[in-house]
Each structure stands twice: as structure tokens, then as C-alpha cells.
């Protein structure tokens, strides 16, 4: 037996840290969606099983839910699908749309029951509201069972462990083993995370999402291929990179003008812009130099190479021992500003501050006067 | 600089050349009357300072002396930066201009042309003129030095004075570009805020304003996204809760149903009980009612044996009290009578009371009597007294013939009129007075009285008529005199027409003297008042009475006390005590009362009780009556209820037997009674109620059915609006334009910073340089005028503002003090202004005709205060009024009329 285990596709999330490429986005999980069904067909699986949290939310554009079905139906293969926590089995669900009976090869499991598939048993573990402390596998330990049969689990739900304020459709981490289940395919979590059993085979494991959600996911973007050869055998897992998309977050302490430089030449080593999201996060000390190097830093990311670029240079101060933010002003009234500006700019700073001097507003006031003047001079 | 000599030709009222100089280093006042030609000298100063020699137009064709075609010259000598220079000028035509510079104690040249300009005013100011005249802006240091005629307000200074003055102070406010920078500062400030420090709104608004716009509507589109997300989550909950209830309301129906067929079951024997019961009840109803009966006739044969006995021991009290009472009765009747006679006796002793009360009263009416006549006798007395002080005052007043108030006001006008006729007549003679030098004598021809009238040496004698004098001085003259023809005879007519009515007036007193018939008509006023005074003293004694009466009321007085003294004969030697009579018969009748009173309460009580007594015989009487009625009563009942036949014994036995009966019906009865209450309430209610059910059961799942579907269509519609990816949008939007509006808020207050941060540092920097200036004009303020102005404000270009009086601490501006004050307030300004731009280099203060407001005494103080300015300035002071310089002795005085007209002032 071969099929592919997937889950948490997510269809229609939000993205709300990415400006204005939400959209694009968002047609991008759908377009990955097509990869995936080639993947399958290339690997020659038998089916495909979904654990769970297709849609973001039943109340999705009902055109994705169309879209999502049309894929699916050029598959080839039977596909199994149980509701997710995100899109539970209620009424309006989008389980309720025609498109799903109108795909044929795409089974959506309602209830727990078991169902015949090739070469075996499967046990859907549907979920029917948003929140419950219920593991949603109990129902398959006391289920009939047939010796010679392979037995494949689908469920939606946080394997112990995993560290969480409430456990959500908590399963436990033999629940494979308790259920008797050759394997048991995991959806909720979205990266890839697997849970080998006393024997050392692996029965249970997270697919994680097949295109990484945000910035600083770990493992995420991937399917498993999962081949069996008989009941009672150790699963054979393949991981395939599905992600098309490369999230890059860029954490950076300034100290020295070549870091900024360095910078500079991180972002530009990115191979496939187009397809990058790049956040950058810098701290520390700018030199009137650096301060150059990252008005060209902001032009490279504001220029639409990057599908998404964002800079975030707010904790950034003035350098102190750069004499230059207050010699290169006029001397006088400018000059003397600036040397209180900077002074303001030193979240040290021990004199009093007037209302709205923080040294965040005050060092981005003093490079304001700073560039007024190296606009003067030029 | 400092001004050696000035020469000047062809310009204005100099047509000729003249020349003023050489001016002293310190002070110099240059007067001349007004229209001399001093504000024109102030001209040709500037002009030959300031002006390219190539200027023309109407205001140089002006300066051209009237009716001359002139071309105006003009030479200015000067010392600066340690040189002596002199520069000449020639405007319009053949226009020259030439500068030189004194080398070897000779004037050799050092440049021409516009060169020669633009040098010279270079050492003056940077700020050029152009192709045109200079005006106050081009002056440069002059603009504060020198002060055009009446003109000592200071202006806004512009230009490099400023830079100048704040060099000399030795602050360096900025480096070069200041301005620069500066306004770009603004400029951006300007992009974000208005004037008042607010953010932009409107066309030209900042991004900030729109991004936080966009977000409200934004946040608003979020709102209604949530709400309808809400409701499809709601939807989709309340479908799932209509499908319970449906499900539970078909659950409840079955077992409604099942229970609906118990019940029925349980009602049909609990009918059948029910019948049992009502039969069982109805045979014990009988029995008992059987029981009652005989219960009841024996209770009443005992109870009228009972009763017979009582009312006959009651029938043998009355009897007995009736003999008692009629005796009472009897015994009573006696004791009223005597009672009654005892107070007819006490009645008799009244006549006593009535003696002595009449004793009194006649003691009384004696003693009041006696009193009465004294006072009579005393008033008839007084009466007659008074009547005759009357007559004999009014004889007297009879015997005084006296004007009376009318009369005299008619003498007063008619002297009035004598009075006034004399004064015209005096009024209308002509006088002639004649004060001879020696003696002699003169003859009156006209005149009031002719003939010769004796002259005497020194002493003057007067002639007077009308309507001519004439008098002959023997063999000097005939003098004449007239003057002014009035009616001098209607005058003496009007005066003896008064004389006249005079004498009627006054002629039957026998005087005509005013002030004696004034006498005379006071001595009447007195006696009139003598009489009045006795009159009303009579009329006070008669009280309203007349004497006849009075006299009348002595005589039934008399009368009164004969009759009293024939009955008791002894009060005229010893009068009764009308007091002690009183009380004596007060006494007397006090006891009689109490006597009667005793009597009749005695009499009362023997009443009282006879009454109570027959009272009581009436009531036993009665009660006798009605007991022998009630026995009889009770034996008729007793008879009746015995008349059956049977004896006590066998009406027990029947009894006993009724009651055995009734027992056992009652027994059957609760035990049916006991079976119904196992049922409970009557099942029929129960199958009621539970009838009610099954069709609320059935009508709920229909009516949960139909909000089901309902709901359904609903959710249909819900779904179709893809409420969360409306959500997400517009989620994604305000994450985007929160972004957004952060990134540019911190810009936005960092351009408030920045530019709030110059302004403060500019601030700082000018108030540091205008603080030295501020305290020296101040101290020469106060030096003039006194403390009472408080200090200068002067604002940025140290021009004069207000005055901060130390008494309120508030500012005052200029408009609000006066004249004089202002113009002192100006000059010091300007001379603390001086006074620094002097320290590296002595400087030209002119004053053309200024300080025409300050009085005496503070120009007095103004006065030691040029002098002292003397000592580091070159002070040129232009007036027409030399007179109010003259304490300045140390002062050059140059009179510019005597130089004009070929003459040297002192």
C-alpha cells in the first residue's frame, strides 16, 4: 500500500504581517495544491489522505472550496478527507458544498466509521467542533478488527507533549499502537514531526502544512509518501519539499559599518526573489556611513524584487563615537539641536525629556536633520 | 565710521556750495531754524554714502534746487577702520563718483566710478541697492545709528545689521547656511503642520491623516466582517440546536404516548371507586342523622328539668325583696320633707345681707360726695379767676389802634416805590462837578437849584439838573452841560403818587415812620396772643362744660350729703369707713350662702335616695312578672317532649343502638375514601394534561423544523458571502495600513521634534544675544525716564516691543504709553544698539530733529546721556531748537544758518 498523507492546506488563511501580497499568497497555497497532486501521481500512490484543516474556516469564499475540488479531481486516485478544527463537520461546513460529490474520487469522512480502502481499513476520526478536550482515536481501540488487514487511522488533533496552554483533541503518543493501526495520519500541527514506537518504527506523524504559513516556521512546507507492505509492517515515510515559498527573516545587531554591509549582501544572495518573503529586524548602532548603506538597503526592498520585503529599523541609534551625525551640521542652531537630539537618542540618557523625545523619535530626528543637511550640501 | 566734513552744492535749498565740518569726534548739534536745509544735509549724507552716483529718476530730479538746472554734489570726509577717506559725488548729469583716501596728510584718489560706490558702501552695510535709491533696508548699520528727522521709532532691522550686531556681542547664533537649513526645517515642519502646531488636515494633508482615515474605515469594514462571521459561527450553532430539539421533541412524544395508555387504564377504576364511595356515603349520612335525633331529645328533657328548677328559687328572691322595698320607700319620703323645711329656714336670714350691703353703699355714696364738692368749690374758683384776666386783656388790646400785616406790606411798597422813584430821578440829573484851584464862586443857571453857588480852593462842588446844566463862572466861562434826555418828570410824578399813598396808609396811627408802625403792630400781635392765651386757659377749666352746669352738679352734691347725714347724723363728726362696712357685709353674705348651699345639698341627697329606692321596687316588680311567665313556659316544653310515653331507661337503650349502626357505616365509607386517595389527584386531569403535551411535543418538533430550515437558508446565504475571507481582507488591510501609519507617525513626530528642537535652540541663541542689549537700553531707560517703565522687551531684531513694569510683571505694549516715553524707549534702543556696535570701532549716532515729545526734565537727563555716549560714539544731533541743547557744554555747536549766510556759530 502507498498513498500520501497530507494535511492543514489551510485554504483562504490570513496574512497579516505581509502588506499587500495577502492575495498572492493565498494563490499560492491553491497553485501548490496542483504540485502536490503531481507528486502523488509521480510517486504512483494509491490515495492521498488529508488529516484535517483543508479550509482555514467554513466561512470561506466558496470559490476556493470549488477550486480545492476541481484540483482534486484531476488526481487520479481516491482522496480522503476529514474535517479539521478549523473547518469542523457543522452545518454550513464547507463539507456541505456540491463540489465534493461532484469530484467523485473525493471522499469527505463524516462519521466514525471505518471505510474500505485498497489493500485495507481506514479509520476517519472527523472532528465536529471547533474546541474539545476529547481524544478524537478512542472510537477505533473498541472498533472490529480483521488480522491480515492494513489498518490506516486519519485524525486531527495535538499528540502529548506538544507544549500548549489547553490540549486541543488531545491523542496520545501510542495511539497507534493502543488502536492497533499499521499507521495514523496526523493533521493540526504543520510542521513535519514524526513518533516512532517502542520498536522503532514510525506508525504515527504530522505531515505539517504543505507551503510554510509565516515567518520562522520550522519544518513546514512538506508531505509524506507512506508505503506499507502488509498489516503489521513498519511504514516506509518519504518527506517531499512542496513549499514554493521562501520565508527569510533577517535578525541583525548592528556594531560595526560592515554589518550593514553584509546585510546588504544577504538579501541580494537570495536566489529566487520572486518567490521570497524578507523580513528584516535590526538593532544597534548606525553610523552616518550605515545610515547610506540602509536607504539603499530599503530602495532594494521597496523596488518589488522580493515578493515581500519589510525592514524594521526602529531600535536602531545614531552611533556615539560618529562625530559625523553632529559635526557635518552647520554650526549654531543646527548643530546644537543635533547634539541634544542625540543625547535624546541614548535610551540612557538621564536629563529630562520633553513630551514625545523618545530616544526611538529623537534618533529618528536627528538622521531626518542629518539628511536635510547632506541634502543642502550636495 | 566718524564724519571729518560734509559739502554739499546744487542740492536742494543749497544751491551753492556750502560746507559743514569739521565735525568734533564727540558731540555736535548743527541747528538752524526750520527750513534751512539740516534734514538736507542727512540726505546728502546718505545718499553720498549709500548711492551709485548713476541714480536717477523723479526722486534725484527733486533734490535739484527749485527752478536751477543743477546737478547736485555732494562730498562726505569720514574716518573708518583706522583710514580717513573722502568721497564726491555728482548725480544726473555728468555723474560722477570718486573716492580718496588721505595718505601723508593729503587726500590722493583710491577709486572711481561705481568702484568708488560700491567701496564705500561696503564699509557701511553688504546689503546693495541694486541700480536704485538706497532705502532704510539698504542703510545697514545706519538703520539703528542714524535716526531720520522726527522719525526715532526703530524698524525691523533687516539684512546683515543683525548678523553685525550679534557679531559685535560675540555670539555666533550660526554658522554659514543657517538660513538654509533652517527654512528647509520649516518647510518640511510645514508639510505636516499648520502655524498652530496642529497636524495638517484637508487637500494638504499628510500621508499620516489619510492612512489613519483609510484605518477607520478599515476598522469599520472589520466590524461588520466579524458581525456577519459571527452570525454564520451563530447560524451554524442555532441549526445544530433546532436539530436537538427537533430530535428531542419526537423522543418526548413517544413517551407521552406510552404514558397517556397507563393513565387511561388507572382512570376507568378509579370512576367505578368513585360510584362506591358516593353510595356509602349517603348510608352513613342516614344513620347518623337517626343517632342525632335521639341524642337530641334527651339532651332536652334534661336540660327543661334543669331550668323549671332554677326559675322557681329565682320567683322566691323577688317576692322577698318587694316587702323589703316597699318599707325603704317609707323611711325616704320622711327624710326629704324635713330637709326640705330645714332650707326654707336658711333662706329667711337673707334681709341681714341686704341691711349691711346698704349700710356700705351708703358709706360709699357719703365719702364721695364730700370728695366730689372740694373739687367743685376749687374749679368754680379757678373759672372765675380766669374770666376776669380775659376782660381785662381784652380791654387793654381794644385801647391799641395798630396796622395790621396787610397795612404795613402796603407801606413797605409804597416806600419801595418813593424809594425807587429817587434813584431814577438821581439816575436821570445831569451832574457837573467843578474843583476850583482858588476861591470864588459860580452862578447856576440851569439846574436843579439856580442862583451862585461859593467855590472853595481844592474842593469839589457839584451841580446837577436836568435836562441841562448851565452854571458862569464869572468872567471865565458859561458852561454848558447835557447829556442823555430821560422822563425825569415822570420819575417825581411816580415818587409823589407814593408819597402820597404813603400818607393814607400811615396817617390814623399818627406816625409814618415804618420801623415805629412795625412796633406798634407788634405790641397788637402780643396782646392778641394775651388773649388768646386766657381764652384758652378758661376753656381748659370748663373741660367742654358750661359754668351753669358745673354750678348745678355743686348743688345735687350738697343735696346728696344733707340727705346721708339726717339718716346717720353722727358721719358729719366721724365719717364711716366705707372699707370696713364693705367687708363686714361681704362677711355676712358669704355665710348666708354657705348655709343655703348646705341646706339644698341635703334636701338633694334626701331626693336622690328616695328616687333610687322606688326605682328598685318598679324593677323587682318586673322581674317577679317575667320569672312566673318563664316556669310556665318551661313545664309546657318539659310536658311536650316527654310525650311519647317511654322512660328514661328505654330512650338510652334506642341510643345505644343508633350509635352501634353509625359506626359501622362510617368504617365502609373511609375505606372506600382510602382505595381513591391511593389514585392521587382524579386521572382525568392527568390524561388532561398529558393530552396537552403529546400536541405541544408534536407542535414543537414541527415549529423546530421549520426554524431549522429557515436557519438553513440562511447559513445559504451566509455562506455564499465567504464571511471569513471578507474578514481576512479586511484584517490583512488594517495590518497593512497599521504598519503604515506607525511607520509615518514616528516620522511625523520626529519632524515635530526636529524642528521643535531648532526653534528651541534658535530661541536660546537669540536670547542670548538680545539679553545685553535688552539690559543696557533698560538701564538707559530707567537712567530717563525712571523705574516706573520696568524693562525693555525687544523682540528677535531688538526692536522694541513693550515695556514689562516691574509693579505688574506684565508686558505693556508701546501703543499703551506715551509719546514722550515711546521716543525716550526708542532712543535707548538705539543708543544700546550704538553703544555695541561701537566697541571695536567709533560710530556716527544721528538725531535729526528727534525727542520733540520729552519734557525739560527728562531731556535734561537725556543731555548727560549723549554726553556719556559721546565718549565711545560721534554723536550728530540736528535740531531748530539750540536753545534745549545748551547744558551739553562740552558740545560742538554749529550754527548751519550762519555757515549758509557766510557766518560762523560759536
Given at each position: 500500500?502507498?498513498?500520501?498523507?497530507?494535511?492543514?492546506?489551510?485554504?483562504?488563511?490570513?496574512?497579516?504581517?505581509?502588506?499587500?501580497?495577502?492575495?498572492?499568497?493565498?494563490?499560492?497555497?491553491?497553485?501548490?495544491?496542483?504540485?502536490?497532486?503531481?507528486?502523488?501521481?509521480?510517486?504512483?500512490?494509491?490515495?492521498?489522505?488529508?488529516?484535517?484543516?483543508?479550509?482555514?474556516?467554513?466561512?470561506?469564499?466558496?470559490?476556493?472550496?470549488?477550486?480545492?475540488?476541481?484540483?482534486?479531481?484531476?488526481?487520479?486516485?481516491?482522496?480522503?478527507?476529514?474535517?479539521?478544527?478549523?473547518?469542523?463537520?457543522?452545518?454550513?461546513?464547507?463539507?456541505?458544498?456540491?463540489?465534493?460529490?461532484?469530484?467523485?474520487?473525493?471522499?469527505?469522512?463524516?462519521?466514525?466509521?471505518?471505510?474500505?480502502?485498497?489493500?485495507?481499513?481506514?479509520?476517519?476520526?472527523?472532528?465536529?467542533?471547533?474546541?474539545?478536550?476529547?481524544?478524537?482515536?478512542?472510537?477505533?481501540?473498541?472498533?472490529?478488527?480483521?488480522?491480515?488487514?492494513?489498518?490506516?487511522?486519519?485524525?486531527?488533533?495535538?499528540?502529548?507533549?506538544?507544549?500548549?496552554?489547553?490540549?486541543?483533541?488531545?491523542?496520545?503518543?501510542?495511539?497507534?499502537?493502543?488502536?492497533?493501526?499499521?499507521?495514523?495520519?496526523?493533521?493540526?500541527?504543520?510542521?513535519?514531526?514524526?513518533?516512532?514506537?517502542?520498536?522503532?518504527?514510525?506508525?504515527?506523524?504530522?505531515?505539517?502544512?504543505?507551503?510554510?504559513?509565516?515567518?520562522?516556521?520550522?519544518?513546514?512546507?512538506?508531505?509524506?509518501?507512506?508505503?506499507?507492505?502488509?498489516?503489521?509492517?513498519?511504514?516506509?515515510?518519504?518527506?517531499?519539499?512542496?513549499?514554493?515559498?521562501?520565508?527569510?527573516?533577517?535578525?541583525?545587531e548592528l556594531r560595526e559599518e560592515r554589518d550593514i554591509a553584509e546585510l546588504r549582501a544577504q538579501i541580494e544572495s537570495v536566489k529566487t526573489p520572486g518567490k521570497a518573503l524578507v523580513d528584516i529586524r535590526l538593532a544597534g548602532l548606525l553610523t552616518t556611513a550605515g545610515q547610506r548603506e540602509l536607504s539603499r538597503i530599503r530602495e532594494i526592498l521597496e523596488s518589488g524584487r522580493f515578493l515581500f520585503g519589510r525592514i524594521d529599523a526602529a531600535r536602531l541609534r545614531p552611533a556615539p563615537e560618529d562625530e559625523n551625525w553632529v559635526a557635518a551640521l552647520p554650526a549654531g542652531v543646527i548643530r546644537e539641536a543635533g547634539s541634544r537630539l542625540r543625547e535624546l537618542a541614548d535610551p540612557a540618557f538621564a536629563g529630562r525629556r520633553t513630551d514625545g523625545a523618545s530616544p526611538e523619535i529623537a534618533a529618528r530626528a536627528l538622521i531626518e536633520l542629518y539628511a536635510i543637511v547632506s541634502e543642502e550640501t550636495r | 565710521?566718524?564724519?571729518?566734513?560734509?559739502?554739499?552744492?546744487?542740492?536742494?535749498?543749497?544751491?551753492?556750495?556750502?560746507?559743514?565740518?569739521?565735525?568734533?569726534?564727540?558731540?555736535?548739534?548743527?541747528?538752524?531754524?526750520?527750513?534751512?536745509?539740516?534734514?538736507?544735509?542727512?540726505?546728502?549724507?546718505?545718499?553720498?554714502?549709500?548711492?551709485?552716483?548713476?541714480?536717477?529718476?523723479?526722486?534725484?530730479?527733486?533734490?535739484?534746487?527749485?527752478?536751477?538746472?543743477?546737478?547736485?554734489?555732494?562730498?562726505?570726509?569720514?574716518?573708518?577702520?583706522?583710514?580717513?577717506?573722502?568721497?564726491?559725488?555728482?548725480?544726473?548729469?555728468?555723474?560722477?563718483?570718486?573716492?580718496?583716501?588721505?595718505?601723508?596728510?593729503?587726500?590722493?584718489?583710491?577709486?572711481?566710478?561705481?568702484?568708488?560706490?560700491?567701496?564705500?558702501?561696503?564699509?557701511?552695510?553688504?546689503?546693495?541697492?541694486?541700480?536704485?535709491?538706497?532705502?532704510?533696508?539698504?542703510?545697514?548699520?545706519?538703520?539703528?545709528?542714524?535716526?531720520?528727522?522726527?522719525?526715532?521709532?526703530?524698524?525691523?532691522?533687516?539684512?546683515?545689521?543683525?548678523?553685525?550686531?550679534?557679531?559685535?556681542?560675540?555670539?555666533?547664533?550660526?554658522?554659514?547656511?543657517?538660513?538654509?537649513?533652517?527654512?528647509?526645517?520649516?518647510?518640511?515642519?510645514?508639510?505636516?503642520?499648520?502655524?498652530?502646531?496642529?497636524?495638517?488636515?484637508?487637500?494638504?494633508?499628510?500621508?499620516?491623516?489619510?492612512?489613519?482615515?483609510?484605518?477607520?474605515?478599515?476598522?469599520?469594514?472589520?466590524?461588520?466582517?466579524?458581525?456577519?462571521?459571527?452570525?454564520?459561527?451563530?447560524?451554524?450553532?442555532?441549526?445544530?440546536?433546532?436539530?436537538?430539539?427537533?430530535?428531542?421533541?419526537?423522543?418526548?412524544?413517544?413517551?407521552?404516548?406510552?404514558?397517556?395508555?397507563?393513565?387511561?387504564?388507572?382512570?376507568?377504576?378509579?370512576?367505578?371507586?368513585?360510584?362506591?364511595?358516593?353510595?356509602?356515603?349517603?348510608?352513613?349520612?342516614?344513620?347518623?342523622?337517626?343517632?342525632?335525633?335521639?341524642?337530641?331529645?334527651?339532651?332536652?328533657?334534661?336540660?327543661?328539668?334543669?331550668?323549671?328548677?332554677?326559675?322557681?328559687?329565682?320567683?322566691?328572691?323577688?317576692?322577698?325583696?318587694?316587702?323589703?322595698?316597699?318599707?325603704?320607700?317609707?323611711?325616704?319620703?320622711?327624710?326629704?320633707?324635713?330637709?326640705?323645711?330645714?332650707?326654707?329656714?336658711?333662706?329667711?336670714?337673707?334681709?341681714?345681707?341686704?341691711?349691711?350691703?346698704?349700710?356700705?353703699?351708703?358709706?360709699?355714696?357719703?365719702?364721695?360726695?364730700?370728695?366730689?364738692?372740694?373739687?367743685?368749690?376749687?374749679?368754680?374758683?379757678?373759672?372765675?379767676?380766669?374770666?376776669?384776666?380775659?376782660?381785662?386783656?381784652?380791654?387793654?388790646?381794644?385801647?391799641?389802634?395798630?396796622?395790621?400785616?396787610?397795612?404795613?406790606?402796603?407801606?413797605?411798597?409804597?416806600?419801595?416805590?418813593?424809594?425807587?422813584?429817587?434813584?431814577?430821578?438821581?439816575?436821570?440829573?445831569?451832574?457837573?462837578?467843578?474843583?476850583?484851584e482858588s476861591g470864588g464862586s459860580l452862578t447856576v443857571v440851569e439846574g436843579e437849584r439856580t442862583g451862585n453857588v461859593e467855590l472853595n480852593s481844592g474842593s469839589p462842588t457839584r451841580v446837577k439838573g436836568s435836562p441841562e446844566v448851565v452854571v458862569e463862572l464869572v468872567g471865565v466861562a458859561r458852561i454848558r452841560a447835557w447829556g442823555p434826555t430821560g422822563?425825569?418828570?415822570?420819575?417825581?410824578?411816580?415818587?409823589?403818587?407814593?408819597?402820597?399813598?404813603?400818607?393814607?396808609?400811615?396817617?390814623?396811627?399818627?406816625?409814618?415812620?415804618?420801623?415805629?408802625?412795625?412796633?406798634?403792630?407788634?405790641?397788637?400781635?402780643?396782646?392778641?396772643?394775651?388773649?388768646?392765651?386766657?381764652?384758652?386757659?378758661?376753656?381748659?377749666?370748663?373741660?367742654?362744660?358750661?359754668?351753669?352746669?358745673?354750678?348745678?352738679?355743686?348743688?345735687?352734691?350738697?343735696?346728696?350729703l344733707a340727705k346721708t347725714l339726717h339718716v346717720h347724723p353722727d358721719w358729719e363728726k366721724t365719717p364711716p369707713d366705707d372699707e370696713i362696712l364693705q367687708m363686714a357685709a361681704q362677711r355676712v353674705r358669704s355665710s348666708f350662702i354657705d348655709k343655703v348651699e348646705e341646706a339644698e345639698r341635703r334636701w338633694e341627697i334626701a331626693q336622690s335616695a328616695l328616687s333610687e329606692i322606688a326605682q328598685q321596687e318598679a324593677a323587682t316588680g318586673a322581674k317577679r312578672e317575667e320569672a312566673t311567665k318563664q316556669l310556665k313556659q318551661l313545664t309546657d316544653k318539659l310536658a311536650k317532649l316527654s310525650a311519647d310515653g317511654k322512660s328514661d331507661e328505654e330512650r338510652e337503650k334506642e341510643l345505644g343502638e343508633a350509635e352501634r349502626k353509625r359506626g359501622e357505616a362510617k368504617v365502609r365509607f373511609e375505606e372506600t375514601e382510602r382505595k381513591l386517595l391511593e389514585f392521587g389527584d382524579d386521572p382525568a386531569v392527568a390524561i388532561e394534561k398529558l393530552e396537552k403535551k403529546l400536541e405541544a411535543a408534536g407542535e414543537a418538533a414541527i415549529k423546530a423544523l421549520e426554524d431549522e430550515q429557515r436557519e438553513r437558508g440562511k447559513m445559504q446565504q451566509l455562506s455564499s458571502l465567504g464571511t471569513y475571507s471578507v474578514l481576512v481582507r479586511a484584517e490583512e488591510e488594517i495590518a497593512k495600513l497599521e504598519a503604515q501609519a506607525e511607520g509615518e507617525q514616528l516620522r511625523v513626530d520626529a519632524v515635530r521634534l526636529m524642528r521643535d528642537m531648532v526653534v528651541r535652540c534658535r530661541r536660546e541663541a537669540v536670547s542670548a544675544v538680545i539679553d545685553p542689549v535688552k539690559e543696557r537700553a533698560t538701564r538707559i531707560l530707567r537712567r530717563i525716564a525712571g523705574g516706573k517703565l520696568g524693562y525693555l522687551a525687544l523682540d528677535e531684531s531688538f526692536v522694541p516691543v513693550a515695556v514689562i513694569p516691574g509693579i505688574s510683571g506684565k508686558e505693556v505694549s508701546l501703543e499703551s504709553i506715551s509719546g514722550g516715553e515711546k521716543e525716550q524707549v526708542y532712543l535707548a534702543t538705539r543708543l544700546a544698539l550704538a553703544e555695541v556696535l561701537a566697541e571695536k570701532e567709533r560710530q556716527l549716532v544721528v538725531l535729526d530733529d528727534v525727542l520733540t515729545a520729552t519734557d525739560t526734565g527728562r531731556l535734561a537727563r537725556v543731555m548727560i546721556i549723549l554726553e556719556e555716549a559721546a565718549q565711545r560714539l560721534q554723536v550728530l544731533v540736528l535740531t531748530c531748537h539750540p536753545e534745549r541743547y545748551r547744558g551739553l557744554e562740552r558740545a560742538n555747536f554749529i550754527n548751519l544758518e550762519g555757515i549758509a549766510g557766510g557766518k560762523e556759530g560759536r
Open positions: 500500500m502507498k498513498f500520501l498523507h497530507t494535511a492543514d492546506w489551510q485554504i483562504g488563511m490570513k496574512y497579516s504581517h505581509t502588506g499587500e501580497v495577502g492575495t498572492r499568497l493565498r494563490e499560492e497555497r491553491i497553485n501548490s495544491l496542483r504540485v502536490l497532486v503531481e507528486i502523488a501521481r509521480a510517486h504512483e500512490a494509491e490515495f492521498m489522505l488529508v488529516a484535517g484543516d483543508m479550509f482555514e474556516d467554513n466561512g470561506v469564499e466558496r470559490v476556493l472550496v470549488q477550486k480545492v475540488a476541481d484540483i482534486l479531481a484531476t488526481a487520479g486516485m481516491p482522496v480522503f478527507v476529514i474535517p479539521g478544527n478549523h473547518d469542523p463537520c457543522v452545518p454550513g461546513s464547507v463539507w456541505e458544498h456540491p463540489a465534493w460529490e461532484e469530484a467523485g474520487n473525493v471522499t469527505v469522512l463524516l462519521s466514525e466509521c471505518p471505510v474500505e480502502i485498497p489493500g485495507g481499513l481506514l479509520y476517519p476520526c472527523p472532528i465536529r467542533e471547533k474546541y474539545s478536550g476529547m481524544d478524537p482515536t478512542t472510537w477505533i481501540h473498541n472498533a472490529p478488527r480483521n488480522t491480515g488487514d492494513i489498518r490506516i487511522g486519519i485524525a486531527h488533533g495535538t499528540v502529548e507533549g506538544v507544549c500548549q496552554e489547553v490540549q486541543e483533541y488531545p491523542v496520545s503518543r501510542n495511539a497507534a499502537e493502543r488502536a492497533g493501526l499499521d499507521y495514523l495520519a496526523l493533521g493540526h500541527w504543520h510542521s513535519l514531526a514524526t513518533y516512532p514506537g517502542e520498536d522503532g518504527a514510525v506508525r504515527m506523524a504530522y505531515s505539517g502544512t504543505h507551503e510554510a504559513t509565516k515567518f520562522g516556521e520550522r519544518d513546514s512546507g512538506n508531505i509524506l509518501v507512506v508505503e506499507i507492505e502488509g498489516g503489521g509492517a513498519a511504514p516506509v515515510l518519504t518527506p517531499i519539499h512542496t513549499g514554493e515559498l521562501e520565508w527569510v527573516v533577517i535578525e541583525k | 565710521m566718524i564724519l571729518r566734513a560734509l559739502r554739499v552744492a546744487g542740492w536742494r535749498c543749497f544751491a551753492s556750495s556750502v560746507e559743514v565740518g569739521p565735525f568734533a569726534e564727540g558731540l555736535n548739534v548743527l541747528y538752524a531754524p526750520n527750513a534751512t536745509g539740516k534734514s538736507t544735509l542727512f540726505e546728502a549724507l546718505l545718499r553720498g554714502l549709500l548711492d551709485g552716483h548713476r541714480v536717477s529718476g523723479r526722486e534725484m530730479e527733486a533734490i535739484r534746487p527749485w527752478g536751477r538746472s543743477l546737478s547736485p554734489e555732494v562730498s562726505v570726509e569720514f574716518a573708518h577702520g583706522g583710514s580717513e577717506y573722502r568721497i564726491t559725488k555728482r548725480f544726473l548729469e555728468a555723474a560722477f563718483s570718486k573716492l580718496e583716501r588721505k595718505e601723508n596728510g593729503r587726500f590722493v584718489p583710491l577709486a572711481e566710478g561705481t568702484k568708488a560706490d560700491e567701496k564705500v558702501r561696503c564699509m557701511l552695510t553688504r546689503e546693495s541697492p541694486g541700480s536704485g535709491l538706497a532705502r532704510p533696508k539698504h542703510w545697514g548699520l545706519a538703520q539703528v545709528l542714524w535716526a531720520p528727522q522726527g522719525d526715532l521709532a526703530l524698524g525691523k532691522l533687516s539684512g546683515d545689521v543683525l548678523t553685525d550686531i550679534r557679531a559685535s556681542l560675540g555670539t555666533q547664533i550660526s554658522g554659514s547656511g543657517m538660513g538654509l537649513v533652517e527654512k528647509k526645517v520649516e518647510e518640511i515642519y510645514g508639510q505636516f503642520f499648520t502655524v498652530g502646531g496642529k497636524l495638517k488636515s484637508g487637500a494638504g494633508a499628510p500621508a499620516l491623516v489619510r492612512l489613519k482615515d483609510d484605518l477607520q474605515r478599515a476598522r469599520h469594514r472589520r466590524t461588520e466582517a466579524i458581525l456577519q462571521q459571527q452570525a454564520f459561527d451563530e447560524t451554524a450553532r442555532r441549526i445544530e440546536e433546532l436539530r436537538a430539539y427537533r430530535t428531542q421533541a419526537k423522543n418526548d412524544e413517544e413517551v407521552i404516548k406510552k404514558l397517556l395508555r397507563e393513565v387511561r387504564s388507572s382512570a376507568r377504576r378509579y370512576q367505578e371507586l368513585s360510584a362506591e364511595k358516593n353510595q356509602r356515603k349517603e348510608r352513613l349520612e342516614r344513620v347518623e342523622a337517626q343517632y342525632n335525633g335521639l341524642k337530641s331529645q334527651l339532651d332536652m328533657i334534661k336540660l327543661a328539668r334543669q331550668d323549671c328548677k332554677e326559675c322557681e328559687v329565682l320567683l322566691r328572691r323577688h317576692e322577698e325583696d318587694v316587702v323589703w322595698q316597699r318599707h325603704e320607700v317609707d323611711s325616704r319620703i320622711k327624710e326629704e320633707a324635713r330637709t326640705k323645711a330645714a332650707l326654707e329656714d336658711t333662706r329667711k336670714e337673707r334681709k341681714a345681707v341686704d341691711s349691711a350691703r346698704e349700710l356700705a353703699e351708703q358709706a360709699r355714696r357719703y365719702l364721695e360726695s364730700v370728695k366730689s364738692l372740694t373739687s367743685l368749690d376749687k374749679q368754680i374758683g379757678q373759672i372765675e379767676k380766669a374770666r376776669r384776666a380775659l376782660a381785662e386783656t381784652k380791654k387793654e388790646r381794644a385801647g391799641l389802634l395798630a396796622p395790621d400785616a396787610e397795612t404795613l406790606r402796603a407801606v413797605r411798597e409804597a416806600l419801595r416805590r418813593c424809594d425807587a422813584a429817587q434813584v431814577r430821578i438821581d439816575a436821570a440829573l445831569i451832574t457837573l462837578e467843578v474843583t476850583p422822563s425825569i418828570e415822570q420819575y417825581r410824578n411816580e415818587r409823589t403818587l407814593a408819597e402820597q399813598e404813603l400818607d393814607k396808609l400811615t396817617m390814623p396811627f399818627g406816625v409814618a415812620d415804618i420801623e415805629k408802625l412795625e412796633e406798634i403792630e407788634g405790641q397788637a400781635r402780643r396782646l392778641d396772643r394775651k388773649v388768646n392765651e386766657a381764652q384758652t386757659r378758661l376753656e381748659a377749666l370748663l373741660s367742654g362744660e358750661s359754668g351753669e352746669s358745673i354750678e348745678m352738679e355743686r348743688s345735687r352734691a350738697r343735696m346728696t
